[in-house]
């Protein structure tokens, strides 16, 4: 909900939670995904300053940085769209990322960092973000550290960003246990209104304290009043052929005029703190090994019983709480900054947010 004064009291302008479906066709649906997404990116082309696109070769931001090619090249020929990916050693996304550079034609930039500018950048992140919730400071770090690499070493000021896509058009692998497409929808309202405590607080601290500015399509008000108001059905995880997929209907969207690769455009759901390391050696095995050693045990056991609010389940969150601490303090107000941490759901009692640990996974 956004609010604005009107007199001596605040109006909600824009109400996510009280939209109904009025899409029921699949046809029309489709069309109309296609053409408010490539609206809402072009419109975000604007700028007096060097735009960049940041590109895992994910479905999402892969989908932004074809359309924003297409668009430049409409515009002159000449010019080339400035695509970044970031990850540590054997990353996932490095070999999708560069494959749809390839295909888009963009100047592409990929940079890797060891383990231990990853760890070292943690006590920073949290600084930024404002923030320790456990999935959040995981993709943060990678956000903050892709932004001020492009910022010390190029021209560019404007970062188009795929964000937004998974609470909104249901693209986390936990949707695949949704009961029902009623709860799928609730699920996605209920996300979308959080946002702004999870993954656009990371994007957008974790871009603008690099001097830098984030631009977000998916967040269009035209395209969150369009896709909530599809009918749910038409948004569940789905396949034409084979096994179900999350974001099925945004993929049968762009499945025309050869925007990406198959091979990604029905690629499954890889969160960026995955997908920026190797399936052998994920980045939260990497932060929980260093930690754990960092932490010993009853050190962990004495400290988390002080909280109530968002008690740490692991030396992880722990770690993440006190670095938030020694920055803005341990009153109970300002732990409330996060309401809760963010975890899958339809999943049981899983306390770790990566989806490589879900069955849904593989």
């Known amino acids: 909900k956004s609010l ?42 604007a700028s007096d300053r060097p735009i960049g696109c940041l590109l895992s070769g994910g479905l999402d931001s892969s989908l932004v940085a074809s359309i924003a090619a297409k668009y430049l090249k ?38 890797q960092f060891p383990e231990k500018d990853w760890l070292d950048a943690i006590s920073v992140v949290v600084s ?83 001097g830098l500015e984030a631009r977000v399509p998916f ?10 108001s599809i009918d749910p059905t038409l948004r569940v995880p789905k396949s034409e052929t084979g096994k179900p997929i999350e974001k099925w209907l945004l993929r049968k969207s762009f499945d025309r005029d050869d925007y990406l690769p198959n091979e990604v455009l029905y690629r499954k759901k890889e969160a960026f703190s995955d997908g920026v390391s190797s399936m052998k050696r994920s980045w939260y095995t990497v932060l929980q090994e260093h930690i754990n050693n960092e932490i010993p045990d009853e050190t962990f056991d004495y400290e988390r019983q002080k909280y109530q609010h968002c008690i740490p389940q692991s030396k992880e969150a722990l770690h993440f709480r006190l670095e938030f601490e020694k920055y803005f303090g341990d009153m ?20 770790e947010p990566s989806a490589r640990v879900l069955n849904v996974y593989n």
């Open 4 to 45: 604005y004064p009107s007199d001596d009291q605040y109006v909600c302008y824009f109400d996510i939670e009280s939209m109904k479906p009025k899409i029921f066709e699949l046809d029309v649906a489709t069309n109309m995904i296609h053409q408010t997404l490539v609206e809402s990116v072009e419109m975000r082309m």
């Open 74 to 111: 409409k515009q002159n020929s000449q010019l080339k769209l400035k695509t970044f990916s970031i990850g540590m050693e054997g990353s996932t996304d490095e070999y999708y990322a560069k494959l749809v550079s390839k295909h888009i034609g963009s100047d592409h930039t990929h940079i």
């Open 128 to 210: 930024v973000i404002e923030s320790y919730d456990v999935t959040t400071v995981r993709a943060s770090t990678g956000q903050y550290l892709i932004s001020k690499w492009i910022a010390e070493h190029t021209d560019i000021k404007v970062l188009l960003i795929g964000d937004g896509s998974d609470e909104l058009c249901a693209g986390y692998m936990y949707f695949h246990n949704a009961p029902d497409p009623v709860s799928l929808h609730k699920e996605n309202v209920r996300l979308v209104s959080d946002i702004h405590m999870y993954d656009v607080l990371r994007a957008d601290r974790g871009v603008s304290s690099n």
């Open 219 to 228: 967040l269009s008000k035209k395209f969150i009043e369009l896709y909530l």
């Open 332 to 351: 109970a107000s300002t732990a409330k900054t996060i309401p809760y941490y963010w975890l899958p759901k339809w999943v049981g009692n899983v306390t």
